[in-house]
């Protein structure tokens, strides 16, 4: 996935990137710190542990890539690759058809991509025991790969760095998040550290299947018997999470997908107002992630564990570290829907959400000219969250405008 990801139409030719770039294992390919050029390589961070980074220093006609931030993007999954996904489908400079991309990200910020966990996409294990097996070890392994990183690239030390993401990639964020600020506090790396911004994010897994029922039926996808099946299926995960009984509440996710798209004539789980394939959303996801690199599935196998457990706690900690944290959603997405979202921001201990809770949205214009809203946001302090209309759970992919004009407005450009 992508959270169960979508199958995707990744092209041949980007399997073959690693011979075509000149990778092998441990290669780090450099250029000079220049406008419009790009870097890649690996970093060792365990043993028989190899991680894939790809950056673009930024693009923008106006200023150098030394005035403008630092984006690290990362995927969902866990399994989806960043360098493929993120890049070619979402933010890079080129779709996956090589077209260049009028709304990338590039021409506001230079753009890091790293395939996490170990196993995903260009990143490899030398062995089944290198795999993570929990959040930990993500956080972990991106410490050692951002140390190396930020010590070989003294040029974006002083930029703010902001951790983007997506899906099962917030859940990581949120624990990378917290790391790297304990990081740079105790100057182990040095980076100017500026927020994390969460999108369609897996925080609390059980929120998002508990508001999958009322979601569906308010938007005419389900009807009363419908509803009361998946709604059962739900306490039975609620129930699993309660007694720390993970595995099988993952088991019970799937099975509750399935139930879902029996009931809805096959709801695409990432945009109800588009249809799905045939195939199962967790069966279309293991096609997806075997296709690329054939290592992915093995990464969700090994994170089974971890994947229902939420870190609303961990939201907490960095809001209460003076972490700004960013929260967008896509307003059509169903497997983190906005409702699940909400229901987990509800659940935040921070002392000042009852007065972020009573201010009003503001409505936003990815054109300024159109009077068509395409977003609404609600900020206080160092927490914010989007609204993003007519989106699913790829927000750049369905409203690139009003995701670049949202990543300006993090990033303090607007």
């Not at 199958?7 to 000149?22: D, I, T």
């Not at 929260?327 to 959400?353: F, H, S």
Request: proline share 4%.
């Amino acid at each position: 996935m992508e959270l169960a990801l979508r199958r995707s139409p990744v092209p041949g030719w980007l399997l073959l990137l690693p011979l075509l770039l000149g990778l092998s294992a441990g290669a780090v390919i450099d250029w000079p710190t220049e406008e419009g050029k790009e870097v890649w390589g690996y970093v060792t961070v365990r043993k028989d542990a190899y991680m894939f980074w790809w950056l673009y220093y930024a693009t923008s006609s106006c200023k150098n890539f030394s005035e403008l931030p630092l984006v690290m993007w990362l995927q969902g999954g866990p399994g989806g690759s960043s360098t493929g996904f993120g890049n070619f489908e979402e933010i890079g400079p080129l779709d996956s058809d090589l077209k260049p991309r009028k709304t990338t990200w590039l021409q506001a910020a230079s753009l890091l991509f790293v395939d996490n966990p170990v196993g995903t996409g260009f990143s490899y294990v030398n062995g089944s025991g290198a795999y993570a097996k929990d959040l930990a070890t993500v956080a972990s392994d991106m410490m050692v790969l951002l140390k190396t990183f930020f010590d070989c690239h003294k040029e974006f030390q002083t930029v703010p760095f902001y951790i983007f993401s997506e899906s099962y990639g917030g859940k990581m964020a949120a624990g990378i998040g917290l790391e790297l600020y304990k990081a740079v506090h105790q100057g182990t790396i040095k980076c100017n550290f500026a927020g994390v911004a969460l999108g369609d994010s897996w925080i609390s897994p059980v929120d998002s299947v508990l508001s999958w029922g009322p979601y569906l039926y308010s938007m005419s996808l389900l009807e009363d018997k419908g509803l009361a099946e998946v709604s059962e299926v739900a306490e039975q995960v609620l129930s699993a999470v309660n007694k720390g009984l993970y595995r099988e509440a993952t088991e019970l996710w799937g099975k509750a997908e399935k139930i879902i798209e029996q009931n809805t004539d096959g709801v695409n789980f990432y945009n109800i107002l588009t249809k799905s394939t045939p195939t199962s959303t967790v069966e279309s996801s293991l096609e997806f992630t075997q296709s690329y690199l054939g290592q992915a599935a093995n990464v969700f196998v090994n994170m089974e564990e971890d994947f229902m457990k939420p870190v609303i706690s961990i939201v907490d900690k960095l809001l209460k570290a003076g972490i700004n944290v960013t929260v967008y959603n896509g307003q059509l997405d169903l497997i983190v829907d906005t409702m699940g979202q909400e229901a987990w921001l509800r659940k935040l201990k921070w002392p000042e959400l009852p007065k972020f809770s009573q201010l009003k949205w503001k409505a936003l214009h990815s054109d300024p000219k159109s009077l068509e809203t395409s977003a609404f946001v609600k900020s206080h302090k160092n927490l914010a969250f989007y609204w993003i209309l007519r989106a699913g759970h790829m927000v750049p992919s369905d409203q690139g405008d009003m995701a670049l004009k949202m990543m300006r407005l993090v990033t303090q450009q607007e």
